[in-house]
């Protein structure tokens, strides 16, 4: 999972861009939630521990398949 799949999973979740530093998006979720995504482009996957860190600040089950979106 690339970090535009994640950005659009987040976007669809009511999860708003509060700011961008460097190559890292900080998103603010409708629950006070605060999630970093690594955005480096070219469509590379992000590695499998940074992506399960990402799933916990979002509050969204692991492995991704298990669950869609709240």
């Known amino acids: 999972m690339n970090s535009r799949e994640i950005i659009r999973r987040l976007e669809k979740c009511d999860f708003a861009l509060l700011r961008v530093n460097g190559s890292h998006h ?3 979720g409708p629950h ?3 999630v970093v995504v690594p955005h ?3 469509g590379r996957d992000i590695p ?4 399960r860190n990402i799933f916990r600040q979002a509050g ?3 492995p991704p ?3 869609e979106p709240r």
Do not use: S
């Open 26 to 28: 900080v998103f603010g």
């Open 48 to 51: 499998t521990g940074t992506l």
């Open 60 to 62: 969204w089950a692991w």
């Open 65 to 67: 398949e298990t669950e």
């Open 40 to 42: 480096h482009g070219k």
């Open 32 to 34: 006070g939630q605060r």
